[in-house]
């Protein structure tokens, strides 16, 4: 993957003496310790972290932990104290407000939290702001314009002025905006925080849909975990201008850093953190072929399973269960075929539990198949709901 | 009975009299004559447009002026108001009076603006800037007619330009507070798509603090015109000159009339300019469209609805 964003140790000192703050802190002061001795304020301390082309990096932090700093430095609206971060190898902590400039106007795009629409530019000129700066004609910006509108469902709002708009459209302008710039890197300093909760719930399913089709690298901040989760391939959490924690959604649930974190993830819905994948276990599949109802049973005993999936050629057709077997053998003289269910739950590894709820209602195990189709392991109902009820700590 | 005066005396009157008639006027009168120059030119093409337009076409211009800017109501009473000025035998002082006006306040702008812009960006040239507009708002303009009378001479410039320094704090200063007030958000978001310091001035500092900056203009016109008296008394003629010579010849009549006039006149004005300062739909529809309204009345709703 390539490297579109790197950040090698930021830091960020406010006020005027810097270098006696970083020295201090060095020193292994506290944040608080250095405000007492020097009136300065660290921002950011040692921030490292590299996002990937088309990934999504959230750092999720309490308001004044530094994550609007730390995001405004990626494109130089404030400058680092020091440290280097690299734009497509281009250093912006250090560089020249010709380059700084072009940086700006071709690769980064941001999108604010208070939307920052002008609110004397129509929608349509809202959004080819950055064609306009970077002087491209009025025709192509038109054009342009309403592509990104589009984008955004509202392109019908071209010529409206952005006071006419509710919050949630206005907020679809601004990454409209972002969008139109085709810029690669998109920052969006809290994005949604200012908009109700079930359009943020919408306009987070807009941005992973918009994302899908568009594998732009977005740098995400927000104040709310589960936003991070649900949005984050990586994520970072932020307290105290410090990263405490930087992993995968799962890595902070599963296995959080330390109390802070821990206490963050205690009230999250850990449905929608974990995959089947997390809970699944290799599969143990019979041969639609090879097994017949005895060895089928002889096999559920031995690995203490009440059913078991049948494959043929590697996928799964059906799944049998103990209790009907011993009926069929009965019966029928033990043809695997007769007792197999052909109607049974499958999914596949990166499905969220909280989509499991309704398969795991059977109480047959869940086949989990890959992209080929074939069985590659089993989730049992119970496991769901252990996976969720366990503590973050164990 | 003891008095620090007993000590020291300061002669200060002495000094500046010195430093004015020995220092300022035999080195400096040449530079700061060529300083009317400007003046004068738009002065007198004022001038002679203003005196050379018949009374009728001047009303209906700045009546419709009136009603494209501000409505029905003030644009009716701008008729009313100049035909009463043209009936009680004021009109030429009228016109010369706003040629002043609007000179004195269109150097106010040009000067005030940009140096409103450059303390909005710059806090050590704000700090510095604020005493001196405070002096210049409350030194008695009596007090600096006698230096501008030995540097310029008696006339009407030397009158604007005493005008023009008692009426420009307002607009550089309420320039300064609008491009200030800006929202931080909006600034950053232009600076985000990486304009250059011009490209954010005038597509976004500029036009959001363009309300602001009307106000400041509409209280530096209203300054202006309150100045026209005085500046008669070094020579400036119009209006301020009926009620100066109605004054010295204790001659009521004259002077009401005069004083008559210059409130009708300021009320026009700021009417105008206030309407300007105001953010409307009114603005959006174009002249061009309303023109075609006038003439053909079936495009009226959907023009206006535009």
């Not at chain 1, 530094?66 to 130089?76: A, C, E, F, P």
């Not at chain 1, 953190?273 to 809970?279: E, K, L, R, S």
């Not at chain 2, 708002?137 to 008692?166: D, E, R, W």
């Amino acid at each position: 993957m390539n490297i579109k964003v790197e950040a090698k140790s930021i830091f960020k000192v406010f006020g005027n003496e810097p270098k006696k703050a970083l020295e201090l802190l060095s020193g292994g002061k506290s944040k608080e310790e250095i405000f007492e001795a020097t009136g300065n304020t660290i921002g950011v301390q040692d921030a490292s972290f590299t996002v990937g082309e088309g990934q999504i990096f959230v750092v999720m932090g309490l308001s004044g932990s530094g994550k609007s700093t730390l995001v405004r430095m990626i494109n130089g609206l404030v400058t680092p104290t020091s440290g280097e971060m690299l734009i497509d190898g281009t250093d912006v902590a250090d560089c020249s407000a010709k380059t700084m400039r072009d940086v700006r106007r071709s690769k980064i795009a941001m999108v604010f939290q208070h939307f920052a629409l002008f609110p004397h530019m129509s929608v349509a000129d809202n959004v080819a702001y950055g064609l306009k700066i970077k002087g491209i004609g009025a025709d192509e910006r038109r054009a342009k314009a309403e592509d990104a509108l589009a984008q955004v469902s509202l392109r019908a709002y071209a010529d409206s002025y952005p006071d006419e708009l509710s919050g949630g459209m206005q907020q679809r302008v601004g990454l409209a905006r972002g969008l139109a710039s085709e810029a690669e890197i998109l920052l969006m300093d809290e994005p949604f925080s200012a908009l109700d909760p079930l359009i943020r719930r919408d306009m987070q399913d807009e941005l992973l849909e918009l994302q899908r089709a568009l594998k732009k690298t977005i740098i995400f901040i927000t104040h709310d975990l589960n936003e991070a989760l649900i949005l984050g391939d990586k994520i970072a959490i932020m307290k105290d201008g410090r990263f405490v924690q930087v992993g995968t959604a799962e890595d902070i649930v599963a296995n959080p850093a330390d109390d802070y974190v821990a206490a963050f993830t205690a009230d999250i819905d850990r449905a929608r953190v974990f995959t089947a994948g997390t809970v699944m276990v290799p599969a143990e599949a019979l041969d639609l072929a090879a097994d017949t109802a005895e060895t089928a049973m002889a096999r559920m005993e031995t690995l203490g399973r009440d059913a078991l999936h049948v494959v043929e050629d590697g996928r799964p057709v059906g799944i049998v269960a103990y209790r009907d077997l011993s009926a069929s053998v009965r019966k029928n003289g033990g043809a695997l075929k007769g007792a197999m269910i052909a109607d049974f739950p499958a999914t596949t590894r990166s499905t969220q539990l909280f989509d499991l709820y309704g398969l795991a209602e059977t109480g047959l195990p869940i086949a989990i198949t890959d992209r080929k189709g074939e069985l590659v392991g089993v989730v049992a109902p119970q496991d769901v709901f252990a996976k969720l009820a366990a503590p973050a700590a164990a | 009975m003891f008095s620090p005066a007993d000590i020291l005396t300061i002669p200060l009157a002495d000094w500046v009299n010195s430093f004015v008639r020995e220092f300022l006027v035999p080195n400096f009168r040449p530079f700061f004559r060529s300083l009317q120059w400007p003046i004068t030119q738009v002065l007198n093409g004022l001038d002679t447009l203003l005196n050379a337009m018949p009374m009728l076409v001047f009303t209906a211009i700045l009546a419709a002026i009136a009603w494209r800017t501000a409505g029905r109501g003030v644009a009716l009473f701008t008729l009313v108001a100049l035909a009463f000025i043209d009936m009680i035998g004021l009109w030429r002082e009228t016109m010369t009076t706003l040629s002043m006006v609007v000179t004195a306040v269109l150097f106010c702008t040009i000067i005030g603006v940009p140096l409103g812009i450059i303390a909005a960006g710059s806090n050590r040239f704000q700090a510095f800037l604020r005493p001196v507009l405070d002096i210049m708002q409350t030194i008695p303009s009596f007090v600096y007619l006698v230096p501008i009378v030995m540097l310029f001479g008696v006339g009407v410039v030397p009158g604007i330009i005493a005008t023009i320094i008692f009426a420009i704090p307002p607009i550089i200063r309420l320039t300064n507070l609008g491009i200030r007030n800006v929202r931080e958000d909006l600034v950053e978001a232009a600076r985000s798509f990486g304009s250059t310091r011009w490209q954010m001035l005038w597509d976004v500092q500029f036009p959001l603090a363009l309300n602001t900056i009307m106000a400041g203009l509409n209280q530096t016109l209203m300054l202006a015109l309150s100045m026209v008296v005085i500046a008669a008394l070094i020579g400036a003629g119009g209006l301020g000159l009926t009620v100066f010579t109605g004054l010295g010849r204790l001659d009521v009549g004259n002077a009401t009339a005069g004083g008559v006039g210059i409130v009708l006149l300021a009320i026009i004005l700021d009417r105008i300019t206030q309407a300007l300062g105001e953010p409307g739909r009114m603005k959006k529809t174009s002249l061009k469209a309303t023109l075609l309204n006038l003439f053909s009345p079936a495009r009226q709703t959907r023009a206006g609805e535009a």
